[in-house]
């Protein structure tokens, strides 16, 4: 039973480079979430995915690209890092979008020098 | 877009005391999560609710869904060390498909 696995777990990089975080998922979930997590900010949704080919912004969008292009995953790039996106970002998956259980995984912990 | 505004921001208490939080929004939801997250982990979800007055008990955690779906209260009976967590409400917004988090509650329970 793996769930919904990410990686890396702890991630440094230098401003300007470009980094991709990966999430994948064993349940076949339809939906799949990418949030970022910042102290006092809750969790805020950055990009979001009905299913594989279809993805939507969320509130905080800019700098960063995703892609869908297999059920299972859904990573999420950063294309040119910039230091106010260090960050812990999540990936979450779900069967039903709102209705269900959305499913977290660990975390990756993003450090933008 | 639809805010969610959680209360207290911090909590701190002795094992043994009751607490509520609480979950206000200026919009309505079609249903309201409530999720437990400890450091270094993902949330985990405690609860769903859907009906409008909705009250659901988990064993010393009591969830309740505003008549109008607007807010959400989460009170802990007795509380323990092992809730100590963040407390994060999320309102569901179906014909958008997705969800909005409030900030969170970070709850401490002494011993």
């Known amino acids: 039973d793996a769930g919904i696995t990410q990686s890396p777990r702890y991630k440094i990089t230098e401003t300007g480079r470009q980094v991709t975080l990966m999430c994948h998922q064993t349940w076949s979930h339809s939906y799949m979430f990418w949030y970022r997590q910042d102290l006092g900010h809750g969790l805020r949704l950055i990009y979001y995915?009905?299913?594989?080919?279809?993805?939507d912004k969320g509130e905080v969008p800019d700098g960063y690209v995703v892609s869908r292009s297999k059920t299972e995953n859904f990573p999420l790039t950063l294309e040119s890092a910039t230091r106010s996106q260090t960050s812990v970002y999540f990936c979450?998956?779900?069967?039903?979008?709102?209705?269900?259980?959305?499913?977290f995984g660990p975390g990756t912990r993003l450090l933008v020098l | 877009t639809q805010l969610l505004e959680q209360s207290p921001q911090f909590l701190s208490i002795q094992e043994g005391e009751n607490l509520t939080v609480y979950c206000n929004s200026s919009s309505v939801f079609s249903s309201l999560q409530w999720y437990r997250q400890e450091p270094g982990e993902g949330p985990v979800l405690l609860v769903t609710v859907v009906t409008g007055g909705e009250v659901k008990k988990l064993k010393r955690l009591t969830f309740q869904f505003g008549d109008a779906r607007k807010d959400s209260s989460l009170h802990i009976t007795a509380a323990q060390p092992g809730d100590t967590g963040l407390y994060l409400c999320a309102g569901a917004d179906t014909n958008a498909g997705k969800s909005t988090f409030g900030d969170g509650t970070t709850l401490t329970v002494k011993p």
């Open positions: 995915s009905a299913a594989a080919d279809i993805t």
């Open positions: 979450a998956s779900s069967q039903i979008s709102g209705m269900k259980t959305q499913y």
